[in-house]
C-alpha cells in the first residue's frame, strides 16, 4: 500500500474522531456513530499500510462494527419480517468449521509433548474465566439474563482470536493451538456444567438441551473442518486461504 494513502488515512481518522467529539457534546449522537465507525475504519487502513501494526487492524475493525451495533442496533436486529439473531447459529457454525480447517490431529498429539503446559492451561480456563464472570455478577448486581450472558461468555472455550494473541505476543503458539482444540471439544460438557452450576440461580439451565446445542455449533462443524483439512488441505490453494 502506497504511504500517501496511509497518510491520508491517518488524517481522515483525526477528523472523524474530533468531529465525533463536536458532535457528541452537542447531542447529535445520530451522526456521532457514523463518524465514530469511520474514524475507526480510517485508523485500520492506516494501520495496514504498516507491518508492525498491520496485525492491530483487524481489532479496529472490530470496534467500527461494535460501534455500528451500539449506535443503530435497529439495522442489525431484524430486516422486514426476519429476525437476524436467526443467523446466529448458522454463521457460528461457519466460523467454527473455519476453525476447524486449521486445526489438524498433530495439535491434539502435541498434548503428550507438552502435557503440563496443556493440563495448566485448561485447569485455567475453565476455572479462572467462569469465576471471574460469577465475581463479576456478584459485584455490580446485573439483571438475571445479563448475569448468565457474562457466566457465559466466561465458560466458553477459547477460539482463534487466543491464537492469534498469542502470535503476536510471540508466546508459544503450537500450545495455544492445543489448548484451543482441546478446550473446544469438552466445551459441550465443561460449558453446560458450569452454566448450571453457576448461573442456574439467574436463569433455567437445560443441561441436555445445551449439550446438544453447543455440539451441534462446535463439535460438528469443527470435526468437519478437521476432515476437510485432512484430506483437501494443500490441493485448493485458494480454499487453504479462504477457509480460516
Known amino acids: 500500500m ?18 465525533f ?17 469511520f474514524s475507526f475504519g480510517s485508523l485500520a487502513l492506516f494501520f495496514r499500510g504498516y507491518e508492525i501494526l498491520k496485525g492491530y487492524a483487524f481489532t479496529l475493525m472490530i470496534f467500527a462494527a461494535v460501534s455500528a451495533a451500539m449506535y443503530y442496533p435497529q439495522y442489525f436486529i431484524q430486516v422486514g419480517e426476519f429476525k437476524l439473531s436467526n443467523l446466529i447459529i448458522p454463521l457460528m457454525q461457519i466460523i467454527m468449521f473455519g476453525m476447524g480447517t486449521t486445526l489438524s490431529l498433530k495439535d491434539f498429539g502435541r498434548v503428550m509433548q507438552m502435557p503440563k503446559g496443556v493440563v495448566i492451561g485448561i485447569v485455567a480456563q475453565y476455572s479462572i474465566m467462569p469465576l471471574t464472570g460469577w465475581t463479576l455478577t456478584k459485584i455490580f448486581y446485573f439483571p438475571p439474563e445479563i448475569a448468565a450472558g457474562i457466566i457465559l461468555i466466561g465458560s466458553c472455550p477459547s477460539g482463534l482470536a487466543s491464537n492469534v494473541m498469542s502470535y503476536l505476543a510471540r508466546a508459544n503458539v503450537a500450545l495455544s493451538v492445543t489448548l484451543t482444540a482441546l478446550a473446544t471439544l469438552m466445551a459441550p460438557l465443561m460449558t453446560p456444567m458450569l452454566m448450571q452450576l453457576l448461573a442456574g440461580q439467574y436463569v433455567a439451565i437445560d443441561f441436555w438441551g445445551m449439550v446438544v446445542d453447543i455440539t451441534k455449533i462446535i463439535i460438528v462443524p469443527v470435526g468437519a473442518g478437521l476432515v476437510f483439512n ?3 488441505h494443500g490441493k485448493f490453494k485458494n480454499l487453504d486461504e479462504t477457509m480460516p
Open 21 to 37: 467529539i463536536i458532535l457528541t457534546f452537542q447531542g447529535m449522537h445520530n451522526y456521532a456513530g457514523l463518524l465514530l465507525v
Open 2 to 19: 502506497q504511504k500517501p494513502i496511509t497518510k491520508i488515512a491517518l488524517i481522515l481518522s483525526a477528523i472523524f474522531i474530533l468531529s
Open 230 to 232: 485432512h484430506f483437501l
